[in-house]
């Protein structure tokens, strides 16, 4: 079993169209993220959720927006998608605490054209 | 193709021999260290982590190497093999907080 898994995987779009990418995790985690992974490989936090309750935004535009059912799903929605929004966009999990360690998904490769 | 890290600072070893990859942090504050390995197409996974009371931590042919005084981190990958080919990546986490905070990268490189 997939312990974090997002879909789509990969996404191609136009220019100001809306997208989402979701995901959902299988650990029992209280807290999972949104990271965004540019065309250097730089990894940078975008939000963080804990059970359901935003935590961390990290200065994102307003274009996207997460949106955590309940604590094992965590989507993102991104309107009127830019060109500069292309990277792949990594969802995490962890279980907060002591302990930090990150459960990466697969990723989700995000073009827009 | 994949024309993604051409910027990343690339390590390039002979298989068997020692690989050590380093890390600057910048938050003095941070007191919880992880290195990260990504494979092409996936995403990161977790190699190992140590705490700001430690100075060193052995994994299975990996040794994480702490420095706050100077605030660097080291990887240091015994035996290195094929499959260790990945971009390797040190992360942060500022005290009190669920927030890591990853570095640029450096991509290692196995030859035969």
């Known amino acids: 079993d997939t312990a974090v898994s997002q879909t789509p995987k990969y996404l191609v779009t136009q220019m100001g169209n809306d997208k989402s990418i979701k995901c959902e995790q299988n650990?029992?985690?209280?807290?999972m993220y949104w990271y965004k992974q540019d065309s250097k490989k730089f990894l940078k936090i975008m939000f963080s959720?804990?059970?359901?309750?935003?935590?961390i935004n990290e200065t994102v535009p307003n274009r996207f927006s997460p949106k955590s059912p309940d604590k094992a799903h965590l989507n993102l929605h991104i309107n009127s998608l830019e060109l500069g929004d292309s990277a792949v966009y990594f969802c995490?999990?962890?279980?907060?605490?002591?302990?930090?360690?990150?459960?990466f998904g697969e990723g989700s490769r995000l073009t827009v054209l | 193709g994949e024309s993604v890290g051409l910027h990343l600072p690339t390590l390039s070893v002979q298989e068997g021999d020692n690989s050590i990859i380093n890390c600057a942090y910048s938050?003095?504050?941070?007191?919880?260290f992880i290195w990260y390995k990504q494979e092409s197409g996936k995403g990161p996974q977790f190699i190992i982590d140590?705490?700001?009371?430690?100075d060193k931590r052995q994994g299975q042919r990996v040794t994480v190497l702490l420095n706050k005084t100077v605030k660097h981190l080291s990887l240091q990958i015994a035996a290195t093999q094929p499959g260790d080919s990945a971009v390797y990546f040190c992360?942060?986490?500022?005290?009190?907080?669920?927030?890591?905070?990853f570095g640029t990268g450096t991509r290692l490189q196995v030859f035969p």
């Open positions: 650990l029992g985690h209280d807290t």
């Open positions: 995490a999990s962890s279980q907060g605490g002591d302990t930090g360690e990150l459960f």
């Open positions: 959720y804990n059970n359901k309750e935003l935590i």
């Open positions: 992360a942060e986490s500022p005290r009190n907080t669920d927030k890591l905070i």
């Open positions: 140590i705490r700001s009371n430690m």
């Open positions: 938050n003095s504050a941070s007191d919880y």
